[in-house]
DNA sequence: TTCATGCTTAGCCATACAGCTAACTATATA
DNA sequence: TATATAGTTAGCTGTATGGCTAAGCATGAA
């Protein structure tokens, strides 16, 4: 199983902060201008826009230009890496956890109760 | 639906980092002391505690010291959070696509093909 | 008691991050 | 053409992060 999983870290970093988490929320409601995503967020346009483009290296979202409005949407399968990745950590730890109890069964019996 | 989520930043943040995924992966096999967990990182000893106490701050790992040896386990329940904050994304995104889809079909429709 | 082992703490360094202001570009609109 | 609007770029600041070394416990073995 090769490791290809370069970018699982900018995925997680991107999230790791609330801000941006936030605007992930606000554009699953629908595609919106830079401007319309700084306005709930009490921080300047340059801010949002490190933002925004923090979750674009990441994958996370798309931007276009049309006129001199920028339109960002969400890429909903961006999400995918990560959820396979939890789905292997669930999946081993799972495993351990089944082991375990397994051993308390057979310690139980043991025992003789 | 209140927003007790204050420890999302904490679990992204902690998982963003290939060292503490790589230390989190070595531990889904079993508990570990902290030398071993060290051993394969090319990483200085305090640099692993480092890692280990994000791990432990965000509540992914739990250790407890025997002796002079402290070891580490997961804790595997740690991943919920990010596990249901997938999942409401997920189905809101979903939701989206959905409209998005509809909206073409009706476009279609009325185009008469 | 002495020594090795295993972890811990303190503190240094370079880089990255999140915020800002100020100045600039480009496109609408009057 | 002049002006407002929407982004963009440049560059500053303070703090956080990830790495290190060196020195300091504390415990187990000799």
């Known amino acids: 199983m090769a490791k290809h999983e370069p ?3 900018l995925l997680f970093h991107a999230l790791s902060d609330p801000t941006r988490r936030a ?13 319309e995503l700084s306005a709930p967020t009490a921080l300047r346009l340059p801010t949002v826009m490190r933002h925004l483009s923090v979750l674009e290296m990441a994958g996370l979202i798309a931007s276009s230009k049309d006129g001199r409005v920028r339109t960002c949407a969400i890429v909903p399968e961006a ?10 950590q669930r999946a081993i730890w799972e495993a351990r956890l089944d082991r375990l109890e397994d051993q308390v069964m057979k310690l139980m019996q043991e025992r003789g109760t």
């Open 79 to 88: 999400l995918l890496p990560m959820r396979s990745w939890l789905d292997e």
């Open 23 to 35: 605007i992930l929320t606000r554009l699953a409601e629908g595609p919106a201008a830079v401007s």
């Open 7 to 9: 970018d699982l870290s």
